[in-house]
């Protein structure tokens, strides 16, 4: 089984600051990697996703993810935040022979007016 | 627009109840799955189905049961409700390696479920 690491749980910045939300994961073989986002009581929604190709993936939002293959990362990215940022992030690996995603406990951020 | 539907945002029921929690999807996606949200644990699999009448166990499938009698609808049932099983459920449907490269998944509103 996967192991994604979020290593922070919450982040808070203010607002029009740069943000970057990390994660790990621990495959050694070929993965698809997401990031999705969750507003309060609602579902999660898909943010971006990384298959192939240009390692620097960009998503909704200005949002935008850069794989890391060595160091099997997958950090989100954001220039200038806005209030309206402020969500749960969660990311997710699925390796590309099977149905299963595995999630990181997510990280709630929060952006400070 | 594609859709997940779940039946119910929001119930309350007591200890010992037995639950269903529905959920329906438009896109004729093979894949469904049903997960559970708690803070500070992220999604959890419960239970998860890649065709009709198959489902497999995630990673806690104790105390739950699942029906997908129709490609649609994907059902979650808890058959004796517990305390420790408060939490927001969240469907999932995605297609199937035929349909899609990557099989991303699409999620309902969720269904946040108090046992009392």
């Known amino acids: 089984a996967q192991s994604v690491t979020q290593l922070d749980s919450q982040v808070p910045v203010f607002e029009e600051a740069p943000v970057e939300l990390r994660c790990n994961y621990s495959s050694s073989v070929s993965v698809y990697l997401f990031w999705y986002v969750q507003y309060p009581n609602q579902g999660l929604q898909l943010l971006l996703k990384?298959?192939?190709?240009?390692?620097l993936v960009k998503g909704i939002n200005g949002f935008e993810a850069e794989f890391n293959k060595s160091q099997t990362s997958f950090h989100l990215r954001k220039p200038s935040v806005h209030i309206s940022d402020t969500a749960e992030y969660f990311c997710a690996v699925k390796e590309q022979t099977g149905n299963q995603f595995y999630f990181g406990t997510g990280t709630s951020l929060t952006v400070i007016p | 627009d594609v859709k997940v539907t779940q039946s119910s945002r929001y119930l309350v029921k007591r200890t010992g109840e037995k639950v269903f929690l529905e959920c329906v999807q438009d896109?004729?996606?093979?894949?469904m799955f049903w997960y559970r949200q708690d803070p500070g644990l992220g999604l959890r699999l419960i239970y998860f189905?890649?065709?009709?009448?198959?489902?497999e166990k995630g990673d806690i499938p104790e105390g739950y049961s699942v029906s997908r009698e129709k490609k649609e609808r994907f059902s979650l049932i808890l058959e004796s409700a517990s305390t420790n099983q408060t939490s927001m459920y969240l469907c999932a449907s995605s297609p199937g390696m035929s349909g899609s490269l990557t099989g991303e998944l699409f999620f309902g509103e969720g269904s946040r479920l108090t046992v009392l």
């Open positions: 189905s890649y065709d009709v009448k198959m489902k």
């Open positions: 896109m004729d996606h093979e894949n």
């Open positions: 990384y298959l192939s190709g240009s390692t």
